[in-house]
Nanobody, 125 residues
Framework: QVQLVESGGGLVQAGGSLRLSCAAS????????MGWFRQAPGKEREFVAA????????GYADSVKGRFTISRDSANNTVYLQMNSLKPEDTAVYYC??????????????????WGQGTQVTVSS
């Protein structure tokens, strides 16, 4: 059974930084894709960043490009999202997700099979 556990959320002032972690377990992730998504109140879940587990290809939403960095630690089956220069509009619940998602549709939430419970990120102005 695949399990994803996020951590690292919190309250930060605009311009600050946070690093989210997603610890994955339950299988060998091989060629799977790991993604970060977020959902603000009253809004749909949106793509933030993704990484191909095997070849370390990364992708970002335009809104976070240049500010956020996704990375992975294969030895510990952990994916990170380093978030810098945070803005109030980054406030949301952040979720990590995984699945056998072809690169090219990695930004589509419904393509992911497994989700974490989410971690709240609040950026104050």
């Amino acid at each position: 059974q695949v399990q994803l556990v996020e951590s690292g959320g919190g309250l930060v002032q605009a311009g600050g930084s946070l690093r989210l972690s997603c610890a994955a377990s339950g299988r060998t992730f091989g060629s799977w894709t790991m993604g970060w998504f977020r959902q603000a109140p009253g809004k749909e879940r949106e793509f933030v960043a993704a990484i191909s587990w095997s070849i370390t290809t990364t992708g970002y939403a335009d809104s976070v490009k240049g500010r956020f960095t996704i990375s992975r630690d294969s030895a510990n089956n952990t994916v990170y999202l380093q978030m810098n220069s945070l803005k109030p509009e980054d406030t949301a619940v952040y979720y990590c997700a995984t699945g056998a998602v072809p690169w090219g549709v990695h930004y589509t939430p419904r393509r992911y099979d497994y989700w974490g419970q989410g971690t709240q990120v609040t950026v104050s102005s």
